[in-house]
């Protein structure tokens, strides 16, 4: 996903990136958690401190206290009432909408491609001239690094937001700087009884020529201009989430992997409180290592010397063999 207009929620979600407070919700609470209304401007409804709270419409962030039978008062003035797969807030009901979902199904429904002819195509495309002068490639196997880092390449099947298969393998570099400094981040998490899971990492420049041709040009705002190029191209972008050590289950973020909404905000307000303090627990990992998470995207980090490298073309079987 690339150049979504970001709405900044920085001032009002540091409060939520606390350690995670007992989750006291009812079911029906839970359930609720989510985004509803129009998606230019949603109501959004999450979890702090084992309360539900409210934010969007013109509304500053509120708590909610039960009146009873699924109603709610809102902090400053207003009711909220839960009904299934809606809301109604100040008598006015709003429907539960899956954003990232919706616009995947509208992606997937879009896209006419072969992804072997795609493939032909992409190779035979020339990248972008670059004048300057670059270090050369020293790309690295992320599982050499550390045993504990963990792979699960969306781009190398079907479950990503194409719906098609765009690597020939399931594999993971970075540059070596990149790399090692991401080995030390996974040492550091393994303290706290996470792993580091890898869902991409470099990508050769056709892949993303692939992303450009076969998405509609109307979600062109989610994918990388292939003209310019993009950081994982360059070998020093990395999308990861966390696991548990113990169980090998994944955790739960804010939002989905590559999801086309604004759960996936780096700094989006909803959720629950225990999602984003796992979600700061990565960046705060990340950065110490020299990594800055891209806004738009909690599971994106460049680091630091991405400029230093050109951009990669090299195939993943070719890095393979």
Not at 143 to 154: G, S, V
Request: charged share 20%; net charge neutral.
């Amino acid at each position: 996903m690339n150049g979504l207009v970001r709405r900044s929620f920085l001032s009002i979600a540091a409060a939520g990136l606390a350690a995670p407070a007992a989750f006291a919700q009812t079911r029906a609470e839970w359930a609720a958690v989510g985004q509803y209304g129009d998606k230019a401007a949603p109501v959004t409804l999450f979890e702090r401190d084992g309360a539900l709270h409210l934010f969007g419409k013109d509304l500053p962030v509120a708590r909610l206290t039960a009146l009873g039978g699924g109603r709610y008062a809102v902090a400053g003035g207003g009711e909220v009432a839960l009904e299934t797969g809606a809301v109604r807030l100040n008598g006015t009901r709003l429907a539960f909408h899956d954003f990232g979902a919706e616009t995947q199904a509208a992606i997937h429904a879009a896209v006419r491609a072969d992804p072997a002819a795609l493939r032909q195509r992409a190779l035979a495309a020339t990248p972008p001239v670059e004048t300057e002068a670059h270090l050369p490639a020293d790309l690295v196997d992320l599982t050499a690094i550390d045993p504990r880092i963990r792979l699960d390449i969306r781009y190398a099947g079907s479950n990503n937001f194409m719906g098609i298969p765009l690597y020939e393998r399931a594999a993971a570099w970075l540059q070596r700087p990149a790399a090692e400094a991401l080995g030390r981040v996974q040492h550091a998490l393994a303290g706290k009884g996470f792993g580091l899971l890898i869902h991409d990492a470099y990508r050769p420049w056709f892949v993303t020529w692939m992303f450009w041709e076969a998405t509609p040009p109307e979600s062109h705002a989610f994918v990388a201009d292939p003209a310019k190029g993009s950081r994982h191209n360059r070998g020093c972008a990395v999308d990861l989430t966390l696991y548990d050590l113990k169980t090998g289950k994944p955790v739960e973020m804010p939002s989905r992997y590559d999801e086309f909404s604004d759960r996936a905000y780096a700094d989006f307000i909803g959720g629950t409180t225990q999602q984003r303090a796992l979600r700061a627990m990565l960046r705060d990992a990340m950065t110490a290592e020299g990594f800055e998470v891209y806004s738009e995207e909690w599971w994106h980090f460049d680091y630091r010397d991405w400029r230093r490298y050109g951009i990669g073309t090299k195939t993943f079987t070719a890095l393979a063999g």
